[in-house]
């Protein structure tokens, strides 16, 4: 089972140059032939899907995540800082730097390939989301945005939102 947070522009053929992809994907059962609970921050350039072929740039948190987390991306300058409950965990760059605007998106998706024995018994999954904030052309640090939620929880705002549409949408697709 992957949980994912993630944002992605279209990738119209393999190999696309345009494509970007931001992920944080959780794999709380292990997976993808490694048996350990583990969170992923992951920077896509492009990618192949069969036979797979990816550019992009990891990093493994390799722990067990239960439980409430800040997960932070920072995107700027040619440069995308992953945090996690307000620790940098990585950097990454260069090619993997998005070169579209992306959607942001959420999932709950199977890998072909867990490691969790077989089993008639039911499993039940739930991905919960507190919050999301996204500051257009500014970089706030863990605490900013720490602050900025605690100010819109403190004024009674629920929602707000300030990302303008784009023509056509951006699908907000896991097709994989």
């Known amino acids: 089972m992957v949980e994912a947070f993630y944002t992605s522009s279209p990738l119209q053929h393999d190999f696309d140059p345009q494509y970007s992809e931001l992920d944080w994907e959780y794999l709380p059962n292990g997976g993808w032939g490694n048996p350990n609970s583990r ?15 990816a550019f992009n740039q990891t990093h493994e948190e390799q722990r067990a995540l239960g439980g409430w987390h ?3 991306m920072q995107v700027k300058d040619g440069s995308i ?20 605007p992306m ?5 709950l998706w199977f ?5 969790l024995p077989d089993t008639t018994a ?12 996204h500051v257009r052309d500014r970089v706030l640090s863990p605490a900013q945005v720490d602050a900025a939620v605690s100010d819109y929880r403190k004024n009674g705002v629920h929602q707000v939102d300030t990302v303008a549409p784009t023509t ?8 994989f």
Request: glycine letters at 6%; aromatic letters at 14%; charged letters at 20%.
């Open 39 to 53: 969170l992923y921050s992951v920077s896509w350039q492009t990618v192949q899907m069969e036979p797979w072929h």
């Open 103 to 107: 959607s942001i998106n959420f999932s």
């Open 122 to 133: 039911e499993r039940r999954y739930e991905q919960d989301v507190d919050w999301v904030l």
């Open 168 to 175: 056509p949408p951006l699908p907000s697709n896991c097709d």
């Open 111 to 115: 890998s072909p390939s867990g490691v």
């Open 81 to 100: 800082r992953y945090f996690l409950d307000g620790v940098q965990v990585d950097r990454h760059g260069g090619r993997n730097y998005p070169a579209l």
């Open 70 to 72: 800040i997960l932070l």
